[in-house]
């Protein structure tokens, strides 16, 4: 069976780094036209943009702050000017738990990662309801599963909460609507607590399907599960929350 990916138009938060990297890439090769949402850093999404020239799958760079509605407005406005259309939202955009809990730093992190998916829910919604189709994947994350007082662990779990009401209210136009919860995955987010020399002996201790493998879990393994869900394979998947961690959560 086919992925049913060829010619669909993704809008692909945090699409420059980590996961939403490895998922551009993925959805690149199927064939699928990938806006790519960043924030900050230009010489790296430049540098991705450029080695996606020539591929099945046409890429564009659009910058924005995803925290922001006004900015989340604007970045739809330039996907559709683009494109014409959204098949399919994957929203990987984050940051890390500050290291000092204060208010502003809550509102921070429950702006970039718990507004922007009603943001993006709310503006996006209604184009997909009008084509009568339409895959949004959430990255949330197994600190949704825990029992964490800090605003990551609380944002997390605000999302899968988001994510299965919406799925509900979106099941009737043919829309699907889920979460994925990855384990620790080696991304440039994760380099101030662990550092890359660490990064064995964390893997070996708490993911048990590495503990007879070589190397430590990147991006990748997350992109692969984005592309299913957004395939034909996942069409009967929606409101479910699937962690993605090599054994982790169970480990503890």
């Not at 591929?55 to 760079?61: D, Q, S, Y």
């Not at 996942?234 to 961690?245: C, M, Q, R, S, W």
């Amino acid at each position: 069976m086919k992925l049913g990916l060829e010619g669909k138009k993704a809008l692909i938060t945090g699409g420059s780094s980590g996961m939403g990297e490895a998922a551009t890439r993925l959805f690149i090769e199927e064939g699928v036209d990938v806006a790519i949402n960043y924030s900050r850093n230009d010489e790296r999404a430049k540098n991705l943009l450029s080695q996606l020239k020539g591929k099945k799958g046409k890429a564009i760079l659009v910058k924005g702050d995803v925290g922001e509605y006004k900015e989340v407005e604007r970045i739809v406005k330039e996907v559709m000017d683009k494109f014409g259309r959204i098949d399919i939202l994957v929203h990987c955009a984050g940051i890390a738990q500050p290291k000092e809990d204060t208010p502003e730093n809550w509102d921070r992190v429950m702006k970039v990662h718990l507004y922007s998916c009603y943001y993006l829910g709310k503006l996006v919604s209604p184009i997909m309801i009008n084509q009568k189709s339409g895959k949004i994947i959430i990255i949330s994350s197994i600190a949704a599963h825990t029992c964490g007082d800090n605003a990551y662990c609380v944002a997390m779990a605000g999302k899968i909460c988001y994510a299965k009401g919406l799925a509900k209210k979106l099941a009737p136009y043919n829309i699907n609507v889920n979460t994925i919860s990855p384990g620790t995955i080696f991304t440039p987010m994760l380099d101030p607590f662990i550092p890359p020399e660490k990064r064995r002996e964390f893997t070996e201790k708490n993911i048990p399907l590495y503990k007879n493998k070589e190397g430590y879990p990147e991006g990748m393994e997350i992109g692969k599960v984005i592309l299913f869900l957004a395939s034909d394979l996942a069409n009967h998947i929606t409101g479910e929350d699937i962690k993605v961690d090599g054994g982790q959560f169970i480990h503890y």
